[in-house]
């Protein structure tokens, strides 16, 4: 679609700009499909993770597809939160709020194995936190100095390394598999790589539309096959109701030590990394730095957002990144494009049946998807590190960083003589890392002083 087709130059780089309704319910839709998947993904997850998640029967499993429906639900009003504003709340730039990967190493060891009770103290967690981050918007400008890429890139990197064994555990067949003979099978892997490679095919080699919704393709692609092999099974979506109201506290509220602390810590995480997004669809869509009052709505509505998608089940949300490489594609501003695709997932969040359908996605299938999905988050911290300038200070700050949050990631035993809260956050490996890295870049001289 030529942006001749939407507007003027000038016109494409208004935020204020309503492009002809025929292209922008068009451009709307194509939002929503760049972060559908990522988006409900960590609902998904982390119910996996709590053990009535993914695949199961038990009674609680409805409760997962509720949180795949607050997911779209929440996104959608979240998005319109960014896009329309309420007085010093929001950005109002085509900002679209999802469902946030960062905070899922915090929350795993939260609720491992503890069933659909855990998710109590997540909610009182993720309520502080987004409060919290609510309250640096006016701070948030002045806190990046902490924040260079030594430091940001660092826990963006830890955050795709510890979800990487996410992917793998999905591909091979799920962690209810481990130790069976279908683990691992040549059909899990077969099932999994049709994905990767039919997405990095239209990637690499397709443009517009199919580029960009290329992991949304690859995993229709996968399921097509699934299917084919038997792997489907459509029992639980008429288990689920064709309209549904959300609900106040659906899993009640506890606040915990370990809970609040995690997720508020990565709550101040989440706001700098909203400010790189302000910045990025500013500079990819109009060529100009974000302003200080854009920075500043963006983040009150990110932690309002948050603190009001716990109260209705919600996890943390935050812009998405890959809405911004769109905008940077597309070079359309217009935040009513950002608001249309809003309107359809808000619908959609009424629908628990699209939740249903999308549980039917075997996980194997969403394995090659989040494969790509955690590598990409990987990648984009390496990206962000290319801009330090590697002396020895800093490669001595990285690499006690690295070393110590990696390796606690990949041996949490060493903690087991420290008390339970401090287990839980350290063994994450990403916030021993950075604050590691803060703390040392602020205090540890530069060469050149």
Same mark, same amino acid.
């Given at each position: 679609?030529?942006?001749?087709?939407?507007?003027?130059?000038?016109?494409?780089?208004?935020?204020?700009?309503?492009?002809?309704?025929?292209?922008?319910?068009?451009?709307?839709?194509q939002?929503?499909?760049?972060?559908f998947?990522a988006?409900?993904?960590?609902?998904?997850?982390?119910?996996?993770?709590?053990?009535?998640?993914?695949?199961?029967?038990?009674?609680?499993?409805?409760?997962?597809?509720?949180?795949?429906?607050?997911?779209?639900l929440?996104?959608?009003?979240?998005?319109?939160?960014?896009?329309?504003?309420?007085?010093?709340?929001?950005?109002?730039?085509?900002?679209?709020?999802?469902?946030s990967?960062?905070?899922?190493?915090?929350?795993?060891?939260?609720?491992?194995?503890?069933?659909?009770?855990?998710?109590?103290?997540?909610?009182?967690? &993720? @309520? #502080? %936190?987004?409060?919290?981050?609510?309250?640096? !918007?006016?701070l948030? $400008?002045?806190?990046? *100095?902490a924040?260079?890429?030594?430091?940001?890139?660092?826990?963006?990197?830890?955050i795709?390394?510890?979800?990487?064994?996410?992917?793998?555990?999905?591909?091979?067949?799920?962690?209810p598999?481990?130790?069976?003979?279908?683990?691992?099978?040549?059909?899990?892997?077969?099932?999994a790589?049709?994905?990767?490679?039919?997405?990095?095919?239209?990637?690499?080699?397709?443009?517009?539309?199919?580029?960009?919704s290329? &992991? @949304? #393709? %690859?995993?229709?692609?996968g399921?097509?096959? !699934?299917?084919?092999? $038997?792997?489907?099974? *459509?029992?639980?979506?008429?288990?689920?109701?064709?309209?549904?109201?959300?609900?106040?506290?659906?899993?009640g509220?506890?606040?915990?030590?370990?809970?609040?602390?995690?997720?508020?810590?990565?709550?101040?995480?989440?706001?700098?990394?909203?400010v790189?997004?302000?910045?990025?669809?500013?500079?990819?869509?109009?060529?100009?730095?974000?302003?200080?009052?854009?920075?500043?709505?963006?983040?009150?509505?990110?932690?309002?957002?948050?603190?009001?998608?716990?109260?209705?089940?919600?996890?943390?949300?935050?812009s998405?990144?890959?809405?911004?490489?769109?905008?940077?594609?597309?070079?359309?501003?217009?935040?009513?494009?950002?608001?249309?695709?809003?309107?359809?997932?808000?619908?959609?969040?009424f629908?628990p049946?699209?939740?249903?359908v999308?549980?039917?996605?075997?996980?194997?299938?969403?394995?090659?998807g989040?494969?790509?999905?955690?590598?990409?988050?990987?990648?984009?911290?390496?990206?962000?590190?290319?801009?330090?300038?590697?002396?020895?200070?800093?490669?001595?700050?990285?690499?006690i960083?690295?070393s110590?949050?990696?390796?606690?990631?990949?041996?949490?035993?060493?903690?087991?003589?420290?008390?339970?809260?401090?287990?839980?956050?350290?063994?994450?490996g990403?916030?021993?890392?950075?604050?590691?890295?803060?703390?040392?870049?602020?205090i540890?001289?530069?060469?050149k002083?």
């Amino acid at each position: 679609m030529s942006n001749r087709a939407v507007g003027t130059p000038e016109q494409c780089r208004d935020p204020n700009y309503m492009p002809p309704i025929g292209v922008a319910i068009p451009l709307g839709i194509q939002h929503v499909l760049a972060m559908f998947i990522a988006n409900v993904t960590p609902a998904i997850i982390i119910a996996g993770a709590a053990g009535f998640g993914f695949g199961s029967n038990s009674p609680d499993f409805p409760m997962m597809l509720y949180m795949m429906q607050m997911c779209m639900l929440l996104a959608g009003v979240t998005t319109l939160l960014q896009t329309i504003g309420a007085g010093p709340v929001g950005a109002r730039l085509p900002i679209v709020q999802g469902t946030s990967f960062a905070f899922i190493p915090i929350l795993i060891p939260l609720v491992a194995g503890k069933g659909v009770d855990a998710m109590a103290a997540v909610t009182g967690g &993720i @309520l #502080v %936190g987004g409060i919290v981050q609510a309250c640096l !918007a006016p701070l948030v $400008g002045r806190l990046r *100095f902490a924040l260079p890429p030594l430091v940001t890139g660092l826990i963006v990197t830890m955050i795709g390394l510890s979800l990487l064994k996410v992917g793998i555990q999905y591909a091979a067949g799920g962690v209810p598999a481990i130790g069976t003979p279908e683990y691992g099978s040549l059909q899990n892997w077969g099932v999994a790589l049709v994905v990767i490679v039919v997405t990095l095919s239209l990637k690499f080699f397709t443009k517009g539309m199919l580029s960009v919704s290329s &992991i @949304l #393709v %690859g995993i229709l692609a996968g399921y097509a096959v !699934a299917y084919g092999l $038997g792997m489907v099974s *459509f029992d639980n979506v008429g288990r689920a109701s064709a309209f549904a109201m959300p609900k106040v506290l659906p899993f009640g509220i506890e606040f915990t030590v370990a809970a609040v602390l995690g997720i508020t810590l990565m709550a101040f995480i989440s706001a700098i990394e909203t400010v790189g997004d302000v910045s990025g669809i500013t500079k990819g869509g109009a060529d100009r730095e974000a302003t200080d009052v854009e920075i500043r709505g963006a983040t009150y509505a990110d932690g309002l957002g948050t603190a009001f998608s716990s109260i209705f089940g919600g996890l943390p949300n935050t812009s998405f990144s890959q809405n911004v490489g769109l905008i940077a594609m597309t070079r359309v501003m217009s935040r009513h494009v950002a608001t249309i695709g809003a309107v359809f997932l808000i619908l959609c969040g009424f629908i628990p049946k699209i939740g249903a359908v999308i549980s039917t996605i075997p996980i194997e299938v969403l394995g090659g998807g989040v494969i790509l999905m955690f590598g990409m988050v990987v990648s984009s911290g390496m990206k962000m590190l290319t801009d330090v300038d590697w002396t020895s200070r800093n490669m001595v700050i990285f690499a006690i960083s690295l070393s110590i949050g990696f390796g606690l990631m990949l041996e949490p035993g060493a903690l087991q003589h420290m008390p339970g809260t401090a287990k839980a956050l350290l063994s994450t490996g990403l916030l021993p890392a950075a604050f590691i890295a803060i703390v040392l870049n602020l205090i540890v001289p530069d060469e050149k002083d």
